[in-house]
Every structure is written in C-alpha cells, then in structure tokens.
C-alpha cells in the first residue's frame, strides 16, 4: 500500500474514532443534537459530493431522495411493520439500494441535459416528490404529516444511537468516495467533469459512469433521510423534502471544497455548529441568519475555492518556496 | 476501403453544411480532407464520428454499416479523432490522460485507477511524443503545442483502427509540426490509417494520399496529390471566387 493511502487510513481511522468517542464524553443531549444535525448534513454533503462534485453536474434535488428514504421507512412502519428498536436502522440498506434504483430512470432522462438546465431539472424533482407526498392521501396522509413510532431507547441517552447511525452513514459515504476516487470510476467521472465530449470521443461509457455515481449517492441520501424520520419521529412534507436542507448541504460543499474527499465534511462542522449557536443566541430576532451568511462569506472571500483547496494551495507555495529558498543558498555557499 | 462516406447530408437552418459528399478511407492510408473555411470539413467529422446527426446518408466502418453514429460506441469499434481545439482533461496529469483513454469492460470500473502496467504503457507512449518529462504534471499547465501533443498521445491509448485528426499541425510551431508529422508517418507504417483535415498544404502534399477536396460540403476532386493540385476545379475553389 502506498503511503498516501496509509495516510488516509490512518486519517479516516483518527475521525472514526473522534466520532464514535464523542456521545460518550459528552453527555449534554442539546450538544449531542447538534451533533447529530452536523453528521447529517456531513453525510448528505459528501453523498451530493460523489455525484455532484466529481461529476461537475450540480443536482439541486437530491433532498427528494432524502423525502423518499423517510417516506418509505414511514410507509413501511405504517403498513409492514418493521420492528422498533434498533431493527428499522438494519432495513435502512434495502431502503437506501430500492430508492436509488427507483430514481435511476429519472436520472437516466435528467442526464440528458447539462449544466444550468440539469440543476433545474433536479430541482423540479424536488417539488415533484413535495406534491407527490401532499396529495398521495392514502399513503402520506398529505399535509398532516405521519408519524412514527417512538423508539424504545433509554431516555437517558435517548440521542446516541441515531447519533452512531448518521456516523455510519458519513463513514459509508466517505468509504465510498474514497473508493471511488481511486478506482477507474473516479477517473471516468473526473474526465466527465473535464470534458464530456472528449471523453466520449474516447470511448468512455459516460452515461453508466455517471448513473452508478448517482445511484450511490442517492442510496446514502435516502439512508440519511431514513434516519432522521426514526429520528424526529414525525414528518410532513414540508419538513422531508426542505429546499433549505438542500441549499445547506451544498453550500457546505462548495465552502469544504467541491470534489476533494474531506471538504463536506469540514464545509459542515463549520457551518452547522456556527448556525446552530447562531440560533441559540439570534434566534429570537431573525438576525441569525445574518450572521449564518456572514460566517459563509468572510470563508468565501478568504478563500474562494472552498477551505481544502484553498489551504492545500497555500501548503503548496510554502513548499516552494521553501525549495528555491534553500537552492539560493545552497548557490551563495557555493559562491563564498 | 476502412471508412466509407455516401451521399452525406447535414443542413443547419438553410445552410447546408454537408450536401451529398461521398469519399472513401482506404486502408493504411493517410487520407486528407481538404477545402477552403466553411467547405464543411469539421461538419463532416462531427457527422462521421456520431457528434452530429447527419439528415441523410450512409456510413459504413470496417465493413459494417453505422446506422446511429454514437461516439462511445465508435471509439470502441476503433474509430477516433482530436479536436480543432486541442482538448484535454485539463485538472488531470499526463498519464491520468492517457489512461482514461484506455477502453476498458464494464466491471474494470472497481479496479485501481492507474495500475502500473498502465502507467507503464502511457510513459512508454509520452516519451515517443517528448513529453515523457512532464507526466505527473497537470495537463491545463501544458503549452497550446503540448496539449496537442497529449491529445494526439492520448486518441492512441485506446488502440484504434482510423484516427481523424482536426488540423492537427494549426496554431504549431514548425519544430512540433516536424514532430507531428514524424508521429504520423510512424504509426501509418506500423498500420494505423489516417483521415486528416488540415490547411498546411505543404505538409498535405508530402504526407497525404489520397486528398479529398471538398467546397460547399460537395466533394469537388478526389485523388492523388499531385493530380489534385492541378485540378483546375480545385485551384478556382481555393483561388476564384
């Protein structure tokens, strides 16, 4: 194994370990809540990443996939019973794997078209989902929402096992970004990013390049959605498919850095954490969103290209700078 | 003949840009598409290569006959070509260039990236067009000569039959148009055929065989260098009005 790769383990290891220790250092659940609203949108960041942010193409609707996963789990409790306790988290996979593949012919068309019209494209399938659960009565019940049944955790440390779900989820869509930036996917998809029309003039089967990343990416965002409907134990239409969710994970990305593996994540424990004190302490009078977009755009105008990028050029500079440093001096011992 | 074009037609609006031109591509030649600007020569290899839908026509490859021209499937059946404007992954290295070129079978995707025989064969690849130096370098930092260079390098990884190349040597130095040329005549002789636009007509004159001149998207001569040259047809086209 290269030692690149070591290190990557060894930081993934590092991260997985931090998580996992956290809910039982810090007991407080108001800090564990917000932890898990960071994880959340950690792992719906990096899931729009695989796609999105490899692809080059901006979806704007993958939060529809995020409705579906709760709906489902919420249909599913309703009318096949699936347990309590820890087992509707163990039928998250079949829900995750069945929504994606669902969503697959509708990406087959949506990929049909690039650019601006594809970020709408998937927008309207953001408010084709919203319509579906308000009028689709016998199943969603519409706009008075349905509820779930009200897990049978302690009360005690009622948070930290949906807290470990959306920790596994962010470790899966991290795996998987991982594995598919250092496979022949991950170049398809980088080349796709660069140049479409070269890449297909190369042979590179494009259209399933791109419908596998998309069908992973959806699989993790219906799982995320699944675990935050078990979660809040109450949904509606509104809440499920939440334009604002979507906005927010993708801004995290862009301010993380677009297509790098860490940058979701860090785009989220920056933001999430500073809008949640930001509510505690503004949120009485709506100047907390002032202060949330005022977090976004100091970052943005210091560094424009999203935190990793940003940084890993500067390490660069550094570096050589440090190099034509030390040759100069190295030619003046010379000299003297 | 390895690529047959029959009475291809493609209009834009009113403008016919390819109208009834049929030519063919001899196996192991060098073949030039030749024309003054506008005679529809790009239209032409974006009909043949499957970036447009031609309105009429035929297109027969290797003995088979394209019915739905589609890139993908093309370039794997060993039809290729560069852009006008040389185009390269631009944030990626040489070598990751080349090896996304490489044709690969559905279940590849899992594997490794770049595995070494891979990274292998795009060096020994790089160090034939000089650019061997510069391989873990980021092809956006090459020179507009270079990245042709790579472009040219990199339609070669996927092993293919007959290579179109849009004015290959345009906006080159002549040193790089040497190089070029070289690259050329050493992959024909080793069996790869040739269907090349370009407006060097010196460079077209040594290296082409047969050159296919078009002029308002209707072929206008066929033949051989020299008898094409003194086609008085064509010296009008170029010439006259």
Redesign the interface.
């Known amino acids: 194994m290269s030692r690149a790769s070591a290190a990557g383990l060894v930081r993934g290891g590092a991260f997985a370990a931090a998580g996992v220790a956290f809910p039982f250092v810090v007991h407080a659940a108001w800090i564990v809540n917000i932890g898990i609203l960071t994880l959340m949108y950690a792992a719906l960041a990096t899931a729009w990443n695989l796609f999105s942010g490899y692809t080059g193409y901006i979806s704007l609707g993958q939060i529809a996939f995020f409705g579906l996963g709760a709906y489902t789990l919420a249909v599913t409790f309703e009318h096949v019973g699936i347990g309590s306790g820890y087992n509707p988290l163990f039928a998250l996979p079949l829900v995750g794997a069945g929504v994606g593949l669902a969503s697959l012919p509708v990406a087959w068309i949506a990929l049909r078209t690039r650019h601006m019209t594809f970020a709408i494209v998937t927008l309207t399938l953001l408010f084709v989902v919203q319509q579906l659960a308000f009028n689709l009565h016998s199943l969603t019940h519409g706009s008075s929402g349905m509820m779930l049944p009200t897990p049978t955790f302690g009360i005690a440390n009622y948070d930290r096992p949906f807290y470990l779900a959306m920790l596994a989820l962010l470790l899966l869509a991290l795996g998987l970004c991982w594995?598919v930036?250092?496979?022949?996917?991950?170049?398809?998809l980088?080349?796709i990013?660069?140049?479409e029309?070269?890449?297909?003039?190369?042979?590179?089967?494009?259209t399933?390049?791109k419908l596998?990343a998309w069908w992973l990416s959806i699989a993790v965002t219906a799982m995320v959605g699944g675990v935050w409907a078990y979660y809040l134990t109450f949904i509606y239409p509104e809440s499920a498919v939440d334009p604002l969710v979507m906005i927010g994970a993708v801004l995290m990305t862009f301010l993380g850095g677009r297509g790098t593996l860490w940058g979701p994540t860090i785009g989220a424990l920056v933001l999430v954490p500073a809008q949640q004190y930001l509510l505690t302490r503004l949120g009485a009078s709506e100047l907390y969103l002032v202060g949330y977009s005022a977090v976004f755009m100091v970052v943005l105008l210091v560094l424009p290209r999203g935190i990793l990028p940003s940084l890993r050029d500067a390490i660069e500079r550094a570096r050589e700078r440090q190099r034509t440093r030390g040759k100069r001096i190295s030619r003046s011992q010379a000299a003297a | 003949m390895l690529l047959e074009v029959e009475k291809l037609a493609k209009r834009f609006g009113g403008v016919t840009a390819v109208d009834a031109c049929s030519f063919g591509v001899p196996e192991g030649s060098v073949t030039a598409l030749v024309g003054p600007n506008g005679s529809g020569k790009t239209t032409a290899f974006n009909l043949i290569t499957g970036y447009a839908r031609p309105d009429s026509g035929a297109i027969r490859f290797a003995g088979a006959s394209v019915r739905r021209p589609d890139p993908v499937r093309l370039a794997r059946r060993g039809l290729t070509r560069t852009f006008q404007q040389a185009r390269v992954f631009a944030g990626l290295t040489l070598v990751q260039n080349l090896v996304a070129a490489l044709q690969q079978p559905w279940w590849a995707a899992a594997r490794h990236a770049v595995r070494p025989h891979e990274h292998a064969r795009a060096l020994e690849l790089l160090d034939e067009f000089g650019l061997a130096g510069l391989a873990e370098e980021r092809a956006g930092n090459l020179s507009y000569g270079q990245k042709k260079l790579l472009e040219f390098a990199t339609v070669l990884m996927g092993e293919p039959r007959l290579v179109l190349l849009d004015e290959p040597t345009a906006g080159v130095n002549p040193i790089l148009v040497e190089q070029i040329e070289e690259r050329i005549r050493d992959l024909n002789s080793r069996g790869l055929t040739f269907l090349v636009v370009e407006h060097n007509m010196n460079l077209v004159m040594r290296l082409c065989d047969p050159v296919v001149v078009l002029d308002h998207g209707t072929k206008l001569a066929e033949g051989r260098p020299d008898d094409v040259r003194n086609d008085p047809r064509v010296l009008d086209a170029y010439l006259g009005g």
Do not use: F, P, Q
């Open positions: 594995i930036l250092r496979s022949k996917l991950g170049l398809m980088l080349a990013r660069e140049d029309e070269k890449a297909r003039g190369l042979g590179v089967r494009v399933g390049a596998v």
